[in-house]
Nanobody, 116 residues
Framework: QVQLVESGGGLVQPGGSLRLSCEAF????????MSWYRQAPGKGRHFVAS?????????YNADSVKGRFIISRDDAKNMVYLQMNFLLPEDTAVYYC????????WGQGTQVTVSS
């Protein structure tokens, strides 16, 4: 059974940083590309970043986060991370991770609020 547990969210001032974590259970993590998505209040869920199964390729939603966010993974720990720098109020959202194989399985998300 696929399970994803996100953590690391919180309240941060504009310009600050947060590191989100996602721990995965129930599938062969190392062979799965992983992605981060986010959902702002009253809006749909949108792609943020992804990383390939071997970590060799990353991609980002260029319009909104490229150059500020960094996705990484640790296959020994079944973890995927999202380092978020230079945060903006428009980054406020619930952040979710997802396997690019098990497309219908989502975690509970972690709330990120960027506000002064």
């Amino acid at each position: 059974q696929v399970q994803l547990v996100e953590s690391g969210g919180g309240l941060v001032q504009p310009g600050g940083s947060l590191r989100l974590s996602c721990e995965a259970f129930g599938f062969t993590f190392s062979t799965s590309a992983m992605s981060w998505y986010r959902q702002a209040p009253g809006k749909g869920r949108h792609f943020v970043a992804s990383i390939s199964g071997n970590g060799g390729r990353t991609s980002y939603n260029a319009d909104s986060v490229k150059g500020r966010f960094i996705i990484s993974r640790d296959d020994a720990k079944n973890m995927v991370y999202l380092q978020m720098n230079f945060l903006l109020p428009e980054d406020t959202a619930v952040y979710y991770c997802r396997s690019d194989i098990y497309l219908s399985d989502w975690g509970q998300g972690t709330q990120v609020t960027v506000s002064s």
